[in-house]
């Protein structure tokens, strides 16, 4: 097995704990495997952004929950990653120059956060939806990475939203993001609760259209999981 990140041959190290019980599939090396920073200790209950302390909400979560067309919109967001220099580079790679299989160095970690995410009711009952790409960014890559991620999951997408094509969002500062106009329709309703997927949170704006869009048509509840937290 090869690093998925700097192709150097990954040696597993042999002791009597991996004799017995293998280890896990590893696709990253020790090395590359430290660029990833994974979320933990204090995090903001609705959007997992760090905090001081446990049990806060952030500062951007209350404003949005100020605003009566936001409230209640978007339950929760949780993400696995920080947005470090690392993953900067690797979402990159993954998303814009097209190498799909550079995603299985994150499915051990997203399958593990999604499970400690959500309760298994939840899990059980809740349609996993893809934030859509336009038609247009869709033939670009090649690839949705919201239904990668869900293959990841080994859950199958439910594509309830369709999105019109617009300028893309990293290109956007953050008072454009937020000012976006709702840019999604929906393609089929559900009465069930959904857990919307995506790559990254920035601003939340994007997610919120989203969730929105779905309560209006008749979800009760909307959380989101993404892979990382700007």
């Not at 690392?86 to 790679?93: F, H, I, P, R, V």
């Not at 949170?201 to 048509?217: D, E, I, P, V």
Request: charged share 30%.
């Amino acid at each position: 097995m090869h690093c998925l990140w700097c192709d150097q041959e990954i040696v597993n190290e042999t002791h009597w704990g991996n004799v017995l019980l293998p280890d896990r599939v590893k696709y990253l090396c020790v090395r590359c495997e430290s660029m990833l920073e994974k979320l933990d200790g204090a995090l903001c209950v609705k959007c997992s952004r760090p905090v001081k302390q446990g049990g806060e909400t952030c500062q951007d979560c209350r404003r949005w929950e100020k605003l009566d067309q936001w409230k209640g919109a978007l339950k929760q967001n949780r993400s696995v990653y920080a947005y470090n220099k690392g993953m900067q580079e690797m979402l990159a790679k993954w998303k814009y120059r097209g190498d799909y299989k550079l995603r299985e160095a994150f499915q051990v970690d997203f399958q593990a956060s999604y499970r400690n995410a959500f309760s298994s009711d939840l899990r059980k009952h809740a349609m996993l939806v893809p934030i859509p790409l336009s038609e247009e960014r869709l033939y670009e890559r090649g690839f949705n990475q919201a239904v990668a991620l869900i293959e990841l999951l080994d859950k199958s997408a439910s594509p309830l939203l369709s999105r019109i094509h617009g300028e893309k969002q990293s290109k956007k500062s953050r008072r454009q993001r937020i000012q976006t106009e709702n840019p999604f329709s929906i393609v089929e309703t559900t009465d069930k609760p959904v857990i919307l997927i995506d790559d990254i949170y920035t601003t939340g704006t994007t997610l919120r259209h989203a969730a929105r869009t779905l309560k209006t048509n008749g979800s009760p509840e909307v959380y989101s999981f993404t892979l990382v937290r700007s």
